[in-house]
């Protein structure tokens, strides 16, 4: 199983991008997607995250500027970044809580799979 991102680039302040992940492979069942960032020197923190019951979790730095969502016969994941500041350049990680099998879902096993990252980089 694998995620692999999307999106990421270099944008002018107040700008806009978004970000895709799409997590393929032997996967039954998704229970959370997420999107973590790492800027330089700083610990990796989450951005965002959706659960398979369609609770969102957001970083207070990013309420109201960034919207998670999913399309979940695609097993993907965006994130819809606007008004982007200078401080949320980072490097975007995608990451997924998935049950490879429905013996796994039904114990309630889940493993869990990190992208490679894309770089977000907000400057003038």
């Known amino acids: 199983v694998h995620v692999a991102e999307s999106g990421g680039g270099l944008v002018q302040p107040g700008g806009s991008l978004r970000l895709s992940c799409a997590a393929s492979?032997?996967?039954?069942?998704?229970?959370?997607m997420g999107w973590y960032r790492q800027a330089p020197g700083k610990e990796r923190e989450l951005v965002a995250a959706?659960?398979?019951?369609?609770?969102?979790n957001y970083a207070d730095s990013v309420k109201g500027r960034f919207t998670i969502s999913s399309d979940n016969a695609k097993n993907t994941v965006y994130l819809q970044m606007n008004s982007l500041k200078p401080e949320d350049t980072a490097v975007y990680y995608c990451n997924a809580h998935y049950a490879p099998t429905v013996r796994d879902y039904q114990g309630g096993r889940y493993l869990e799979v990190w992208g490679q990252g894309t770089q977000v980089t907000v400057s003038s």
């Open positions: 492979g032997s996967i039954f069942s998704i229970d959370t």
């Open positions: 959706l659960t398979s019951g369609r609770v969102t």
